[in-house]
């Protein structure tokens, strides 16, 4: 097993000794945790009717999940140095791109997630047009295909045979000049998508903040409090957006440049640096994929009840 990265051609060394060790026993865990978890959420999500934007929105989050979860056997492998330059370049040109193409989209349904609530909460008596099942649906199409527009290229692009004598190698060493462009432009549109469903959840949650305080305040019985703790329910998935992504990718766009623009020998050891925390971040983003249930199971009472009635083994029929 390699213990080094050639990556340029000046001579920087990356060093990867403890990465080679670490990374594959840590996704080794969150793939068998993440296949049990979501694999069990699929099942129940899919035998409940789809008859709320929520539910839509969440179904297709069980997706970019077991999306991203597939993807971990390759990484672990991959980072582990087991298999030849063949498995390297499988899991730069498809695995990768897969997994972050999921994370992305997973993002995207959090902030459309955080405005229906918004909407549930904040305007319970209005007639939107977003809060219909079919225009969410309408939605979520866009959301898939917008994001496997931007990912195919990076895949298509990808068309350079690495060096077979290198088991180790930069991914971008396999895109052509036009690739690396689309890889850079990407990453900078994914910030837009991360900063922008950010900016929405700002707001979302500052106006569903009030209102849950006002609802405090305004408590006088048991069921007003039950109501305000259900609605304070909700900040789960900012504690998850924040958690998960948010040090990915504030980390994200130096990691790009480092990979896409010449460095000289002594960027060294600010690029080693910026490659573990990198790592270290994206591990921290794929741990979304165990806490994603946490978001099924306290803001839709279908799913949690579903899920006590299928760990107790007494199959239930819910209404709707």
């Known amino acids: 097993m390699n213990a080094t990265i050639s990556t340029n051609s000046t001579g920087c060394v990356r060093d990867t000794s403890v990465t080679a060790v670490v990374l594959p026993c840590i996704y080794g865990v969150l793939f068998v945790l993440a296949l049990a978890l979501n694999s069990l959420a699929a099942w129940i999500f ?10 839509v929105y969440l179904k297709n989050m069980v997706v970019a999940d077991l999306l991203v979860t597939v993807t971990l056997p390759v990484r672990v492998l991959e980072d582990a140095g087991v298999g030849s330059w063949r498995l390297r370049a499988f899991y730069c040109r498809y695995s990768s791109v897969l997994c972050y193409m999921s994370m992305n989209i997973t993002i995207l349904f ?14 319970p008596f209005g007639q939107y047009a977003l809060q219909k099942v079919r ?11 917008v994001m496997l527009s931007l990912a195919l290229p990076n895949t298509i692009l990808a068309d350079k045979l ?15 000049k ?34 849950v305080y006002q609802s405090y305040k305004a408590s006088r019985s048991s069921s ?5 703790r259900t609605k304070a329910k909700v900040f789960v998935v900012v504690a998850v957006f924040f958690i998960c992504f948010a040090p990915f990718y504030f980390a994200l766009v130096p990691y790009s440049l480092s990979q896409t623009r010449q460095n000289t020998a002594n960027d060294c050891s600010s690029e080693n640096a910026i490659f573990i925390i990198k790592e270290t971040t994206l591990w921290l983003s794929t741990t979304n994929v165990c806490l994603d249930p946490l978001i099924y199971i306290f803001l839709c009472k279908t799913f949690r009840r579903q899920l006590m009635a299928t760990l107790s083994r007494k199959p239930r029929i819910f209404t709707v």
């Open 46 to 55: 899919f035998t409940i009717p789809t008859n709320s934007t929520l539910r």
């Open 110 to 123: 959090l902030g459309l997630i955080s405005l229906d609530r918004y909407l549930k909460i904040v305007r």
């Open 135 to 145: 225009v969410a649906r309408v939605l979520s199409a866009v959301v898939w295909v």
């Open 162 to 176: 690495p060096e077979q004598s290198a088991v180790k190698f930069k991914c971008t060493s396999m895109k052509n």
């Open 178 to 211: 036009l690739g690396l462009l689309w890889y850079e432009g990407s990453a900078y549109f994914v910030q837009v998508v991360f900063w922008g469903t950010l900016t929405l959840m700002v707001v979302c949650y500052t106006f569903i903040s009030r209102a």
């Open 224 to 228: 007003e409090a039950t109501s305000r």
